[in-house]
């Protein structure tokens, strides 16, 4: 029979035995009915390949505008072959806080948003809120896979007080009302414990003992003695089940599975076992032709990788047309789409602080704000009072370097006169130096009023250094800035926001930082390398 507006077809991913009708069942996944589903079983026994089957069925069935799937791998490294797929907005893993942090806070921004379109058009149901809408504005199911909840749960518990895991038992208590789905393996900490009482579906794969089996009503004559590796039991249901296996290229299969009885795909051979890598890999090629029409608002929103590293160049090249005005400055890359995020000192604010110890990075982030500012037709004057790469920029027609330890009011004055009214930034690095220089008082003026005339500071420090007198010490009212390396969490008070104890002691690679996001919230930024030549 025709799908119902707005329910969609069912994906397959396992054969079902019904022993009391005599019959083999092909085991689906409908979305109209289907909430969170936990896969349990010992190393080995095929969890993985449960989220590797479902996500490659429902790649095949489905388009990537009617779902969305996210991963967190906390396990081997299985899941990394889901990336490929164009359902597919993140595969995450567990070691990468920051980016995980991201993905549970966005997952957990879209169900508040789903929530409120669920009220808003008097819907009971996901699957009847889609029905009521055009084909082109069906928001989609999305689908949250965990593989290695036993070794995520303690990172979750422990992080920043248990925000992150408390966002998890959210999802998995109110997503399914509204099109959010979680299915999550583990080797036995699922079986029980505070996620339990959330989700009562279950799929036991092998079991280490053999008590376990009974949460699947197998009684102790019933309890087998081989377990092959995919071969599992519902619960409640108790149905034994055989996990399918995605097709290689060479398999003759309709929808990725031979049929059997009743239209029922065989269990797996085991003597000629595709890649599944591979597989997923074949079917998200596939995928991308069938989907290539999809706008990109209908596809999965993205949760990008932050680049270990990146040059100014490559940076620049991900500027939009309209970051190219004056008082513009790169920061570097970040949020979930890792695009330019920079900062408007006519817009946001006439200062900007970039605070950390020496040899953090400070100087190359300033270097690359400094840059794009000159890009941008910005005018610069430098205050450099230690050898520094800044003192490069002497060079360029448009900036006016100091070089003294203890640069003169007079000297300050002069060289901002010199800009001829156009747009300037004054550039101090190693700020801590001239806590108490002569042109304290022009610092001071530049700080306070100079955005009224077209005048900004960019500053490079100490965080200490801000909790000195004079000018230096006004830098803490900034509350805009980058951290490079932060020591304590009262230091997010510099860039204007409350970071936790989690990500102040996170290990960062060279070149990653800390500014302020959008919603006021630390969000990580990877700062460009940025060489000054001598030319």
């Not at 990468?96 to 508040?112: A, W």
């Not at 007198?469 to 932060?486: E, I, M």
Request: net charge neutral; charged share 25%.
């Amino acid at each position: 029979p025709p799908t119902p507006p707005g329910r969609l077809p069912v994906v397959p991913y396992a054969l079902y035995d019904v022993p009391q009708r005599q019959e083999r069942r092909l085991g689906v996944i409908d979305f109209a009915e289907f909430g969170h589903l936990y896969v349990i079983g010992t190393p080995r026994s095929g969890r993985t390949q449960v989220l590797r089957t479902v996500a490659g069925s429902i790649a095949t069935t489905l388009t990537a505008e009617q779902v969305h799937l996210y991963c967190v791998d906390s396990s081997g490294g299985g899941l990394a072959a889901l990336s490929a797929l164009p359902h597919c907005g993140a595969v995450v893993s567990r070691h990468d806080t920051e980016r995980l942090e991201r993905l549970l806070h966005r997952l957990s921004t879209e169900l508040t948003r789903r929530q409120r379109l669920l009220s808003e058009h008097d819907c009971a149901s996901w699957t009847e809120l889609r029905g009521k809408l055009s084909r082109t504005r069906r928001p989609a199911h999305l689908m949250l896979l965990i593989d290695g909840w036993d070794s995520l749960s303690g990172l979750l518990d422990d992080y920043d007080g248990g925000r992150l895991y408390g966002e998890v038992v959210r999802l998995l208590r109110e997503g399914a009302a509204v099109g959010v789905h979680v299915i999550a393996t583990s080797e036995r900490l699922l079986l029980a414990g505070r996620l339990g009482a959330h989700n009562d579906k279950r799929l036991l794969l092998r079991q280490a003992e053999a008590g376990d089996y009974f949460h699947v009503g197998l009684s102790r004559d019933r309890l087998p003695t081989h377990v092959p590796e995919g071969r599992a039991w519902h619960a409640p249901s108790g149905l034994e089940t055989q996990i399918a296996l995605l097709p290689g290229p060479d398999d003759q299969r309709d929808g990725g599975a031979d049929n059997g009885r009743d239209g029922a795909p065989d269990a797996p051979d085991t003597d000629r076992v595709p890649d599944q890598a591979e597989a997923l890999r074949r079917i998200a090629r596939e995928a991308a032709r069938r989907d290539g029409d999809i706008p990109a608002d209908r596809r999965p929103f993205p949760i990008a990788e932050l680049p270990g590293s990146l040059t100014f160049q490559q940076a620049a090249e991900r500027l939009p047309t309209e970051s190219g005005r004056p008082l513009w400055a790169l920061v570097g890359v970040g949020g979930d789409d890792a695009g330019p995020i920079g900062f408007d000192f006519a817009a946001e604010g006439g200062a900007f602080v970039v605070a950390g110890p020496p040899r953090s990075g400070r100087t190359t982030a300033l270097a690359s704000m400094a840059v794009s500012l000159l890009m941008g037709g910005t005018s610069l004057v430098v205050l450099a009072p230690r050898e520094s790469q800044l003192r490069r920029l002497a060079a360029h027609d448009l900036a006016r370097v100091l070089t003294d330890a203890d640069p003169s009011a007079a000297d300050v004055e002069e060289a901002l006169e010199a800009t001829g009214g156009r747009p300037t930034v004054l550039v101090v690095d190693d700020a801590e130096l001239l806590a108490n220089c002569a042109a304290d008082k022009v610092l001071r003026r530049v700080l306070a009023s100079g955005r009224d005339r077209g005048q900004a500071l960019l500053v490079g420090c100490t965080a200490e250094a801000t909790g000195n007198l004079g000018w230096v010490g006004q830098l803490k009212r900034v509350r805009r800035g980058l951290l490079t390396s932060p020591k304590s969490i009262v230091e997010g008070e510099l860039i204007g926001c409350r970071m936790s104890g989690e990500q102040v002691r996170m290990a960062l690679p060279p070149g990653r930082a800390w500014t302020a996001g959008p919603h006021g919230g630390p969000l990580a930024v990877q700062v460009p390398l940025t060489v000054l030549g001598d030319g």
